[in-house]
């Protein structure tokens, strides 16, 4: 079997190179898909409150068989949950719904700028769940440089991870840089570009002529191309797919190098545009979502 590289979080914690992503995934086929992954040698799953598909994340995690300190889960704490006393329980609502004790990672959502007291309370009772022990590594996620550095100033203790878009065509070289500078491990979502086909824009990575190009030199996929790329520059990738065929074909991305030719020439693929929304555009007007109770 294949065995995935760690890369080393500001704390110390190991988290496994390449995890599966479970945005979009329907609960009805996000248990099958969870345990296919886990057969094939997956072991981190992301998954978050938001997706509502927690409980079969976790039902996928116990049909494989696989002990619980062989795997990373990591999840998402919701903009309805921030705040101190309400994060601490949207803890407990995500860990009981994954049938979990601890979790690997836990991480805010989105950086809710409109309401940020908010979301430094949510930060603070990561941190006290962190001390607790009741998770091992604490993140944010889709944080602008502005969040950050007030999360930064206003906290104790620095986001092991920031998991944001990145892709071939919105690289956001210049937050990456800031995650660089204060140790933040980038955690792509998106990470063959799959937003940019969502959004029907008409554009997908996945057919570009360069990416194809450098697929065909190496016999590869142009998704396999995409993700070896940011493995290769240090990101944490989170593919995501509930097809068999698919799931296997992300992960079989360890037996090829690109050369720094073909890195670069997917770097200069950059078009500025991002396919998520744009962050100060998530709002509790905008995107509230209640997260049922376990």
Known sequence: MTTVPNLRL?????????GLGV????PEETTAAVEEALRVGYRHIDTAAA?????????????????????????????????FDET???????????????????????????AFDKTL????????????????????????????????AETEIVPAVNQIEVHPYFQQVELQR?????????QAWSPIGGITFYRGNGKSSLEDPTIVA?????????????????????RSVI???????RIAENFNVFDFELTAEQLAAIDALETGVRGGPEPDFITLDNFSRPIPEA
């Open 10 to 18: 500001n704390n110390g914690v190991q988290i496994p190179a390449i």
């Open 23 to 26: 945005f979009q995934s329907a």
């Open 51 to 83: 997706y509502g598909n927690e409980r079969q994340v976790g039902e996928g995690i116990r049909r494989s068989g696989i002990p619980r300190d062989q795997l990373f889960i990591e999840t998402k704490i919701w903009i309805n949950d921030f705040g």
């Open 88 to 114: 601490l329980h949207g803890f407990e609502k995500g860990a009981k719904k994954l049938g979990v004790e601890q979790l690997d990672l836990l991480i805010l959502h989105q950086a809710l700028p409109s």
């Open 121 to 152: 309370g949510a930060y603070r009772a990561l941190e006290k769940l962190l001390a607790d022990g009741k998770v091992r590594a604490i993140g944010v996620s889709n944080f602008m440089p502005e969040h950050i550095e007030r999360l930064l």
């Open 178 to 186: 800031l995650h660089e500078k204060h140790g933040i491990l980038t």
């Open 214 to 234: 450098i697929a065909e030199t190496h016999g590869k996929s142009a998704a396999q191309v995409m993700l070896r790329w940011g493995l290769q520059q240090g």
């Open 239 to 245: 593919p995501k797919s509930v097809k068999p065929a």
